[in-house]
C-alpha cells in the first residue's frame, strides 16, 4: 500500500495565534454563569448567548483567511502546551485549524449561536434558565475541543465534555424521574464507546508513540493489517456510541427528554455528528483497512435504515425526528465508510443536516411551546395557521431532508446515494429505499402536525412564539434552502487536501438515472403518506395493531429489550450472585469474626468498672508480670 | 557501727511502721502525720547518703510544702468523718496484699541484684565542684538546663490550673452584713425563728468545753450549742455523762438509796406544772432556731 | 554500707504504697500513698547515685520532687473541686466513665 502524502500544519501566525479564543469565550461563558450564581440570573442567557457569537465571528475571520490562503498553507497547526509528561511520554495539546475543523467551527458556533439566541426565548420561564446558558457554553467549548484538537488525546478530553454536556442538559429537568433516567441512559451507553475511544488511543500510543494527528497519519502505512482493524473498530466503536449507530443506538430517542433546543444543538446538529468527524478525521487508518471500512458502511446502512422505521412508527414528534437523525447520520456514517470518494459528502450531509435538521428541532419546539409542551403529534393538527412561520420554516426543512431539487438535502444525500451505489449496489439501493422512507415519515409528520383536522387537547390555544424564537428559524431555513446550491461546487474541493480524496468536477444540474429514480422514490413516499395519513386522517389515539413492523418501530426495533435481555438481565443475574457470595462468604466471615469480638468485648468491658482501685489494682499485676518476664530473662 | 548505719537501722524501722500506719489511720490527719514522719526519715537518710541538698528540699519542699497542702486540703474536706474501713470491691483488698507482697519480692529480688559492688560514695563527685550542691548545680544547669526549664513551664502550667480548677464564678450577689439582718429580721416577721445568736456552750462544774452541750430546762441537750461539724461526728457529750456526777452526789447525801442514771438528769417538776408541756415547748423553740445553721448559702461553705 | 538495704526499703515503701492505694478509699490519703511511692523511688534514686558515685541519680530525684510538687497541685485541686460538686471525697464515687 502506498503511503499517504502527509499534510504538516504550517505555524501559527496572526489571528491564528488567537485560535484558543475559539474555544476560550465560551468556556469562560460557562465558568462565569455557574459560578456567578444568582447574582448572573438577571444577564446571564445575554452573556451565555454572545460567547458563541464571539466565537462565530473569530472562526468567520479565521475561515476567510483560509480561504484567501494557497491549498498547501490551509492547515494551522496552533500548539498551545504540554499535556502531559510522564517517563518516555510528551503529549502536546494543540489545535489544527484546517479545512475541516474550521467548517465545524463554523457549524458549531453558527448553529450554536442561533440556538442560544433560540434558547432565550424558549427557557424564558424557566427559573434555571442561567444554568441551561452556562451547560450550553460548556458543550459549545467542548466540542470545539473535540474537533479542533491536533491530537486524539486532546480530542478525548472533548469527546468526554460533550459527553458530560449532553448528559447535563438532557437530565436538564432532573425534577422528572423520565429525564434523570435518560441522562442516565445517555451518560452509560456513551461509556461504552467511550471504552472503544480509550482501546483505540492506547493502541495508538502503543503503535506510533504518539496521538498526534500528524504521527498516526505518517505512521499509519507502516502498522500491521490486524493492528488497522482492530484500531478502525474501536474507533467506531466510540463513534458509534458518540453517534447513536447500531447497536449504541438506544440512547438518542430517550435523550429527547432534554429541552428542544438541547435536542437541536447536540442530538442533532452537532455532538451526534462527532462520530462521523472522527471517521472522516482518522482516515488514515481506515484507508488501511478493508474490514473496518466495511464495517462503517454496513453500521450506517443499517442505522439508516433502523432510523427510518423507527420514525415511521412513532407518535412523538421529537422521537420522529431523533429517528430520522439517526438515519440521516448513517447516510453520513455510509459515506465515510466507502473511503475517499466518500468523505467531502459526508462533511457536505452533515452541514446540510445540521442546517436542516437544527431547524425542525427548533420548529418542534416552537410547536410544543405552542401546545403547552405536547409532543403528541395525534393531538396536533392543523396548525398552519396558527403557526405560520413556524409552518413555513418546518417546511423548508421538511423540502430539505426529502431531497426536493435544489434544496440541500437534495445535493448532499444524492452524492451519497450515487457514491454508495458505485461502492456496492446493494448498499446503494437501501440506501435509495431509506430516501424513500424518509419522505415517508417527514411527510407524515407534517402531515400530522401542519394539516388536516386539529385535534388539539382541550384549552389549548396556539400562538406563534416570539420574534427571538422565530428569527433563528427564519436563517435555519435560508441555509437549509441555499446551503446545497452554495456548497455544492466547492466543498469538495475545499476538503480535498484533508481528507485526501481528489475532487471531481461537480455540477449543480448534475442529473444521473439514480438521482432520477431516487426522486421517484420520493415521490412515492411522499404519495404513500398522504394517502394514509393525509386523506383519511388522523385519529387522535394510536389504532392497535398487529403489525409486526409497526409494532418494532414503536418499541424502538427491540433495542431496549435487546440490552435488557443481553446486557442487563445477565448482568444483575451476575452482580446479585456475587453480591451474595460476598454477603454470606466475605461479610458473613468478617461479620462472625466481628460477632466473636464484640461478645468478648461484651464481657471483658465489664473490667472497665469506673473504680480507680480496680485499675490500680489491675496496672499492679500488668507491673508484676513484666517484672516477673523480666526475671525470668535474667536467669534464662 | 558507723553513723549511716546506725541511721538506717535507727530509722528504717521507724520509716516502715510510718508507712503502714499511714495506710492504716482511720483519719485523713493522721495519715498525714505518719507520712510526714516517713518523709522527715527520708530527709535523714538523703543526708546519710551524702545528699546533703536533697536533704534540705525533702525537709522544705515535701515536708513543709506539700505536706502542709494535704493537711489544708483534709481540712477542707475530710475531717468531718473518719473512713470507713468496710471494703466494697469484692477481692479488692486481698488481691491488693497478695500484689503487695508479690510485687514487693519480685522488687527485692530484682534490686538486690542490681548493685554488686560496694558504694562508691560522693566524696570524689561532690568533691569536683567544691561540694555536693555546687556539683548539683553545674549538671541542673548546665547538662540538664532544658530539662530544667521545662519544669519551669509545668509549674507555671500547673499553678495556673489549679486556679482554674478551683475558682468558682459568682452566681448570686454577696449577701452582706446588712442584708443578712434584714433577713433574720424579716424571718423573725414572718416565721418567728429568733433572730438572736444561738445559744452558748454549755458551762458546768466540770466541764467547759466546745463540744459541751448546754441543757434545756427539761434536762435535754439544746443541740444548737455545739458547733456543726462537731455535731455530725457526734462529739457531743450526753445529759447523761453530765448529770451522772451530780446524781451520784444526790445520791450520796441520800445515803438511803443507789443512784439511778435513768432519773438522774431529770428535775422535779414543780407544783402544777406538766413536764411534758414544758419540754413540748422548749423543743418547738428549738426546731426553728437549729434551721439557721442551714441557712449559709453554698458558696460560703468551703 | 551495702546499698542493698537501702533498695530494699524503698522496695517495701513503694510496695506499702502501691497497697494503700489499692486499699484506701479516700481521695487525699490515695494520694499520700502516690506520693509515698514517689519518695520510695527517690531513695533509690539517691542510693543508686550513692552507689555509682554519680550526682545524676540526686538530679533526677529532684527533678522528681518537682513534679511531684505540680502533681500536688493539680491533683489536690481536682479533688477539692470534686469535693465541692459531689460532696464525696471517694475514689470509688467518682465512678461514672464505666462500661
Known amino acids: ?636 | 557501727m558507723s553513723g549511716q548505719e546506725l541511721a538506717f537501722w535507727l530509722l528504717a524501722p521507724v520509716m516502715v511502721l510510718g508507712a503502714v500506719g499511714m495506710v492504716l489511720a482511720r483519719k485523713a490527719v493522721h495519715s498525714a502525720l505518719c507520712l510526714a514522719a516517713v518523709m522527715i526519715c527520708l530527709a535523714i537518710q538523703y543526708a546519710a547518703l551524702d545528699a546533703p541538698f536533697l536533704f534540705a528540699v525533702q525537709i522544705i519542699v515535701y515536708t513543709g510544702a506539700i505536706l502542709m497542702l494535704f493537711l489544708f486540703v483534709v481540712m477542707l474536706v475530710g475531717v468531718d468523718s473518719d473512713d470507713s474501713f468496710v471494703e466494697t470491691l469484692r477481692g479488692q483488698r486481698v488481691f491488693a496484699v497478695v500484689l503487695g507482697i508479690g510485687l514487693v519480692v519480685l522488687l527485692v529480688a530484682g534490686l538486690g541484684n542490681a548493685v554488686v559492688t560496694g558504694p562508691v560514695g560522693l566524696t570524689e563527685a561532690n568533691a569536683q565542684y567544691g561540694g555536693n550542691v555546687q556539683g548539683l548545680a553545674a549538671l541542673v544547669f548546665v547538662r540538664w538546663v532544658w530539662a530544667f526549664e521545662a519544669t519551669s513551664a509545668l509549674l507555671i502550667t500547673a499553678a495556673v490550673g489549679a486556679m482554674v480548677l478551683t475558682h468558682r464564678e459568682r452566681l448570686v450577689p454577696r449577701r452582706d452584713q446588712r442584708t443578712r439582718a434584714a433577713e433574720r429580721i424579716r424571718a423573725y416577721a414572718e416565721t418567728g425563728r429568733h433572730p438572736g445568736p444561738m445559744p452558748t456552750p454549755g458551762v458546768f462544774a466540770r466541764h467547759n468545753a466546745v463540744d459541751t452541750p448546754a441543757l434545756l430546762p427539761d434536762g435535754s441537750v439544746a443541740e444548737d450549742s455545739v458547733s456543726a461539724p462537731l455535731r455530725s461526728r457526734s462529739r457531743i457529750r450526753t445529759p447523761e455523762e453530765l448529770l451522772a456526777p451530780m446524781a451520784q452526789r444526790h445520791a450520796e447525801i441520800a445515803g438511803d438509796r443507789q443512784p439511778d442514771p435513768a432519773v438522774g438528769h431529770q428535775r422535779d417538776p414543780r407544783p402544777g406544772e406538766s413536764v411534758a408541756e414544758q419540754g413540748a415547748a422548749l423543743k418547738a423553740s428549738q426546731r426553728t432556731q437549729r434551721t439557721r445553721g442551714e441557712d449559709l448559702s453554698d458558696e460560703e461553705r468551703i | 554500707m551495702e546499698p542493698s538495704y537501702y533498695l530494699v526499703l524503698s522496695a517495701m515503701l513503694f510496695t506499702i504504697g502501691a497497697v494503700g492505694f489499692m486499699v484506701r478509699r479516700n481521695a487525699i490519703v490515695a494520694f499520700m500513698c502516690v506520693e509515698l511511692m514517689l519518695n520510695a523511688c527517690n531513695l533509690a534514686l539517691v542510693t543508686f547515685s550513692h552507689a555509682w558515685g554519680l550526682l545524676d541519680g540526686q538530679v533526677a530525684s529532684f527533678f522528681v520532687m518537682v513534679v511531684a510538687a505540680a502533681e500536688v497541685v493539680v491533683g489536690l485541686a481536682i479533688i477539692v473541686s470534686i469535693y465541692r460538686t459531689r460532696r464525696s471525697a471517694s475514689v470509688d464515687d467518682a465512678n461514672l466513665l464505666k462500661f
Open chain 1, 1 to 636: 500500500m502506498t503511503p499517504l502524502e502527509v499534510v504538516t500544519p504550517t505555524a501559527a501566525s496572526g489571528l491564528f495565534g488567537l485560535a484558543w479564543l475559539l474555544i476560550a469565550l465560551p468556556l469562560a461563558g460557562a465558568l462565569v454563569l455557574l459560578l456567578a450564581g444568582r447574582f448572573a440570573d438577571a444577564w446571564g442567557h445575554l452573556l451565555g448567548t454572545l460567547m458563541p457569537i464571539g466565537s462565530f465571528v473569530l472562526g468567520v475571520v479565521l475561515f476567510v483567511d483560509l480561504l484567501g490562503r494557497e491549498e498547501g498553507a490551509r492547515a494551522v497547526g496552533v500548539p498551545l502546551y504540554r499535556f502531559i509528561e510522564t517517563g518516555g511520554w510528551r503529549i502536546d495539546a494543540g489545535l489544527l485549524v484546517d479545512q475541516l475543523s474550521i467548517l465545524f467551527v463554523l457549524l458549531i458556533t453558527g448553529v450554536g449561536s442561533l440556538i442560544h439566541v433560540y434558547s432565550i426565548g424558549y427557557m424564558a420561564y424557566d427559573p434555571r434558565r442561567r444554568r441551561f446558558f452556562a451547560y450550553l457554553n460548556l458543550f459549545v467549548a467542548a466540542m470545539l475541543i473535540l474537533v479542533l484538537a491536533d491530537n486524539y488525546l486532546v480530542l478525548f478530553v472533548g469527546w468526554e465534555g460533550v459527553g458530560l454536556a449532553s448528559y447535563l442538559l438532557i437530565g436538564f429537568w432532573q425534577h422528572k424521574p423520565t429525564a434523570a433516567t435518560a441522562a442516565k441512559k445517555a451518560f452509560v451507553v456513551n461509556r461504552v464507546g467511550d471504552m472503544g475511544m480509550v482501546l483505540a488511543i492506547m493502541l495508538m500510543l502503543a503503535t506510533f508513540g504518539s496521538s498526534a494527528f500528524v504521527d498516526v497519519d505518517a505512521g499509519a502505512g507502516e502498522m500491521g493489517g490486524t493492528v488497522a482493524t482492530v484500531m478502525g473498530l474501536l474507533l467506531l466503536l466510540g463513534a458509534c456510541g458518540k453517534s447513536a449507530q447500531v447497536p449504541l443506538q438506544s440512547w438518542l430517542l430517550d435523550a429527547m427528554e432534554g429541552p428542544t433546543p438541547v435536542s437541536a444543538l447536540i442530538h442533532a446538529a452537532t455532538m451526534v455528528t462527532a462520530g462521523v468527524y472522527l471517521v472522516v478525521r482518522a482516515n488514515a487508518v481506515f484507508t488501511h483497512t478493508e474490514v473496518a471500512s466495511t464495517a462503517v458502511v454496513v453500521v450506517g446502512t443499517v442505522t439508516l435504515l433502523f432510523g427510518a422505521w423507527i420514525g415511521c412508527a412513532k407518535d412523538d414528534i421529537k422521537k420522529v425526528l431523533a429517528g430520522s437523525t439517526m438515519s440521516q447520520i448513517g447516510y453520513m456514517l455510509l459515506a465515510a465508510g466507502i473511503g475517499p470518494a466518500g468523505y467531502a459528502f459526508a462533511i457536505f450531509h452533515l452541514l446540510t443536516h445540521g442546517f436542516f435538521k437544527a431547524n425542525m428541532f427548533l420548529g418542534a419546539g416552537s410547536v410544543m411551546h405552542a401546545m403547552d409542551d405536547d409532543v403528541e403529534m395525534r393531538r396536533y393538527g392543523a396548525l398552519r395557521r396558527a403557526l405560520p412561520i413556524t409552518f413555513a420554516t418546518f417546511g423548508l426543512g421538511y423540502l430539505a431532508i426529502i431531497g426536493f431539487p435544489f434544496l440541500s438535502g437534495y445535493y448532499s444525500k444524492d452524492h451519497i446515494i450515487e457514491a454508495a451505489f458505485e461502492h456496492n449496489v446493494v448498499v446503494g439501493v437501501l440506501a435509495m429505499v431509506g430516501a424513500g422512507v424518509t419522505a415517508f415519515y417527514m411527510t407524515r409528520l407534517m402531515l400530522m402536525t401542519f394539516l388536516g383536522r386539529r385535534r388539539w387537547a382541550e384549552g389549548v390555544h396556539p400562538h406563534e412564539a416570539p420574534a427571538v424564537m422565530t428569527v433563528p428559524l427564519v436563517v435555519l431555513a435560508a441555509a437549509s434552502v441555499v446551503g446545497g446550491l452554495v456548497l455544492n461546487n466547492w466543498i469538495e474541493g475545499w476538503l480535498a487536501p484533508a481528507v485526501r480524496a481528489e475532487a471531481h468536477e461537480a455540477s449543480l444540474l448534475h442529473f444521473t438515472p439514480v438521482a432520477a429514480v431516487t426522486l421517484l422514490l420520493v415521490a412515492g413516499g411522499v404519495a404513500l403518506a398522504w394517502v394514509l395519513f393525509g386523506r383519511r386522517g388522523v385519529p387522535q389515539t394510536a389504532p392497535s395493531t398487529r403489525s409486526p413492523f409497526v409494532l418494532a418501530g414503536r418499541r424502538d426495533l427491540y433495542g431496549d429489550a435487546f440490552n435488557e435481555a443481553v446486557f442487563m438481565r445477565p448482568g444483575q443475574q451476575l452482580v446479585r450472585v456475587l453480591g451474595r457470595a460476598d454477603e454470606t462468604l466475605v461479610g458473613g466471615g468478617w461479620s462472625a469474626t466481628g460477632d466473636v469480638l464484640a461478645g468478648l468485648s461484651q464481657v471483658g468491658r465489664r473490667l472497665q468498672n469506673g473504680f480507680v482501685r480496680s485499675y490500680a489494682l489491675t496496672m499492679v499485676a500488668g507491673v508484676g508480670m513484666v517484672a516477673v518476664v523480666l526475671v525470668l530473662g535474667r536467669l534464662a
